[in-house]
């Protein structure tokens, strides 16, 4: 090893041991795994074309620039460090396959690509920043030929239905990534995930909470690594941290108009005296036009009958009825259409803030992605609770491509997401759409969010909910 890397790599040592406290009981007794790794610093050297970075972008226009932003930010910073070049790619350029954003199916190929010649693989958000330095002396501590799975840690403080009830007994002793923080994979693990994926057949079909499924299928029911926790990883800013997180709600500008979006409640009317009060006593007054649709004719909410029976799940009549009625001269002309449930818990100002980074001229798919079947070529789709949002170009070529629902009971979202697929629209993705309650999420995530909806009442609030959440305390934004 060089003298030139033994002295940065005690300079770090020192550093850490600053930071960490004075003594190194501290350092144990706060990070039990620091003292160990501290140990190894001087004796793994790794440059930064042995890194590769991967962000995860999305084909929305919006995001590709967004993600070609950061990819510059990185390289120009490695110029400027002059310590090698790491190989930075956008995840939804890595192949024609939209279901890469999963990274499971993206294992082989980044194993076949980049596995000769990469040490570690770093997977990032979009608006994830990254101190090339500091990253470089994080990895420095990690013995880059053993099975490592790194990042900041996120934990469950009750049985979640989006992990499916995973560690009912003990939520908190299994730990997931911070996408916001970014994760990373050595060498050696990728490659045996990436020959594992391609002979193995997942235990579900659906993609659902992505950061909590890949931590699992690493994890291998205890054959596999957990998550390692390395405090540089970071989502707030810190003198020490390797990357940090700037917001999934940026300021793309003055919100749009409160005329630009019609919003479609679907409701029914079994609950037309439960679930549209709370509608009207938190998020409704926020909309200049809203309709509500049910299966009968309620004048005094009011509701709207599309001619569709009431299913007890699915709604796939009712949403394509709502499809055509949104293009139709019977609503007001609008760029953007807002579908939910009556329970779902939605901020449209926030919506509309974010809405603004998007062209509604484009085909326009957005909200809380999930996937069906994506290692075996499925499909990706909005999941509905949390709420979809589709430019009015999109509904058009929906409506007009005779994509249609097999029965009236349907599941609705699904539909919608293999309908757009065959068309080749995106399903774009943001975190700050929620198809369950907060409890159901890492209270850690989920704090330092502004999140645009919740869905579902069950045992809770939901006016406080609301409240606590997504209510703004002084809306700049009533145009």
């Given at each position: 090893m060089s003298h030139h890397n033994v002295v940065n790599g005690c300079k770090m040592v020192a550093a850490l041991l600053l930071w960490f406290g004075s003594s190194?009981?501290?350092?144990?007794?706060?990070?039990?795994?620091?003292?160990?790794?501290?140990?190894?610093?001087a004796h793994n050297s790794v440059g930064l074309d042995e890194v590769v970075l991967v962000i995860q972008s999305q084909r929305n226009s919006y995001h590709t620039r967004r993600g070609g932003q950061s990819k510059l930010e990185i390289l120009q910073q490695a110029?400027?460090?002059?310590?090698?070049?790491?190989?930075?790619?956008?995840?939804?350029?890595?192949s024609e396959y939209e279901g890469d954003w999963s990274i499971l199916p993206a294992l082989p190929l980044l194993s076949a690509t980049y596995g000769r010649t990469a040490s570690w693989f770093v997977f990032i958000e979009e608006e994830t920043r990254v101190s090339l330095p500091a990253l470089l002396h994080v990895l420095h501590r990690y013995p880059v030929q053993e099975e490592l799975f790194l990042g900041k840690p996120l934990h469950d403080n009750e049985a979640s239905i989006i992990h499916h009830y995973a560690f009912s007994e003990d939520p908190s002793s299994f730990s997931?990534?911070?996408?916001?923080?970014?994760?990373?994979?050595?060498?050696?693990?990728?490659?045996?995930?990436?020959?594992?994926?391609?002979?193995?057949?997942?235990?579900?079909?659906?993609?659902?909470?992505?950061?909590?499924?890949?931590?699992?299928?690493?994890?291998?029911?205890?054959?596999?690594?957990?998550?390692?926790?390395?405090?540089?990883?970071?989502?707030?800013?810190?003198?020490?941290?390797?990357?940090t997180f700037t917001t999934y709600l940026p300021n793309c500008g003055d919100p749009v108009s409160k005329k630009d979006v019609f919003v479609a409640v679907k409701t029914c009317q079994k609950f037309h005296s439960e679930r549209v009060p709370v509608v009207k006593a938190t998020w409704e007054k926020d909309a200049e036009f809203l309709e509500y649709y049910s299966d009968v004719t309620?004048?005094?909410?009011?509701?709207?009958?599309?001619?569709?029976?009431?299913?007890?799940?699915?709604?796939?009549?009712?949403?394509?009825?709502?499809?055509?009625?949104?293009?139709?001269?019977?609503?007001?002309?609008?760029?953007?259409?807002?579908?939910?449930?009556?329970?779902?818990?939605?901020?449209?100002p926030r919506l509309r803030r974010l809405l603004r980074?998007?062209?509604?001229?484009?085909?326009?798919?957005?909200?809380?992605?999930?996937?069906?079947?994506?290692?075996?070529?499925?499909?990706?789709?909005?999941?509905?609770?949390?709420?979809?949002?589709?430019?009015?170009?999109?509904?058009?070529?929906?409506?007009?491509?005779?994509?249609?629902?097999?029965?009236?009971?349907?599941?609705?979202?699904?539909?919608?997401?293999?309908?757009?697929?065959?068309?080749?629209?995106?399903?774009?993705?943001?975190?700050?759409?929620?198809?369950?309650?907060?409890?159901?999420?890492?209270?850690?995530?989920?704090?330092?969010?502004?999140?645009?909806?919740?869905?579902?009442?069950?045992?809770?609030?939901?006016v406080a909910v609301y409240k606590h959440w997504l209510q703004d305390a002084h809306p700049r934004d009533e145009l």
């Open positions: 190194a009981g501290d350092i144990h007794t706060e990070y039990p795994h620091a003292a160990e790794t501290l140990e190894r610093t110029t400027e460090l002059g310590q090698g070049v790491p190989i930075v790619l956008l995840l939804h350029e890595l997931y990534p911070d996408p916001a923080a970014g994760w990373t994979l050595s060498k050696p693990l990728l490659q045996r995930l990436a020959e594992r994926i391609q002979h193995e057949r997942l235990k579900s079909d659906f993609t659902i909470d992505l950061k909590h499924e890949i931590a699992l299928y690493i994890w291998e029911e205890g054959n596999g690594p957990k998550l390692t926790a390395v405090p540089e990883f970071c989502t707030e800013t810190g003198d020490f941290c390797a990357t309620d004048a005094s909410i009011p509701t709207i009958s599309l001619g569709v029976p009431n299913t007890e799940r699915g709604h796939c009549g009712k949403t394509f009825a709502i499809l055509r009625r949104f293009l139709s001269r019977a609503v007001p002309k609008a760029g953007w259409l807002l579908i939910v449930d009556d329970d779902t818990l939605i901020s449209l980074c998007y062209d509604p001229k484009e085909a326009v798919s957005l909200g809380e992605k999930y996937g069906y079947g994506l290692v075996q070529n499925g499909y990706s789709y909005i999941t509905g609770g949390g709420g979809i949002v589709l430019s009015r170009v999109v509904v058009s070529r929906l409506v007009s491509s005779g994509c249609s629902c097999y029965s009236d009971d349907a599941p609705d979202d699904m539909v919608l997401g293999r309908c757009l697929t065959s068309l080749g629209v995106p399903i774009t993705h943001s975190p700050l759409f929620h198809q369950a309650r907060p409890d159901d999420y890492s209270e850690t995530m989920v704090s330092l969010q502004q999140p645009i909806s919740f869905h579902k009442h069950w045992n809770i609030d939901p």
